[in-house]
């Protein structure tokens, strides 16, 4: 059974920074593509950032290409998010996700889902 436990939520202003982790208990985790999504009070879950299993590949959404950089420690079994020069906007609750097949921004194809950290960035 897959679990995906996020960490490294909070506040903090806008331009500032925070790493968001995602440790998984997953046997094979390097097969996995991981993604990151979010979802701020009344709208829907959105694509944040997602890397490949092995070869490392990545997606990010256009509204944190630049900003966010999303890294993976197979040793670790962990998923990482950093995120610099925060806006208000990217305030939600971030949500890491696992995907056996393949590398996608469609959260649809996310089999396994953690609890969310919540991220509040101040104006």
């Known amino acids: 059974q897959v679990k995906l436990v996020e960490s490294g939520g909070g506040l903090v202003q806008a331009g500032g920074s925070l790493r968001l982790s995602c440790a998984a208990s997953?046997?094979?985790?390097?097969?996995?593509?991981m993604g990151w999504f979010r979802q701020a009070p009344g709208k829907e879950r959105e694509f944040v950032s997602a890397?490949?299993?092995?070869?490392?590949?990545?997606y990010y959404a256009d509204s944190v290409e630049g900003r966010f950089t999303i890294s993976r420690d197979n040793a670790k079994k962990t998923v990482y998010l950093q995120m610099n020069s925060l806006k208000p906007e990217d305030t939600a609750t971030y949500y890491c996700?696992?995907?056996?097949?393949?590398?996608?921004?469609?959260?649809?194809?996310?089999?396994?889902w953690g609890q969310g950290t919540q991220v509040t960035v101040s104006s």
């Open positions: 890397i490949s299993g092995r070869s490392g590949s990545t």
């Open positions: 996700a696992a995907n056996l097949w393949s590398i996608s921004r469609a959260s649809r194809d996310y089999e396994d």
């Open positions: 997953i046997v094979s985790f390097s097969a996995y593509a």
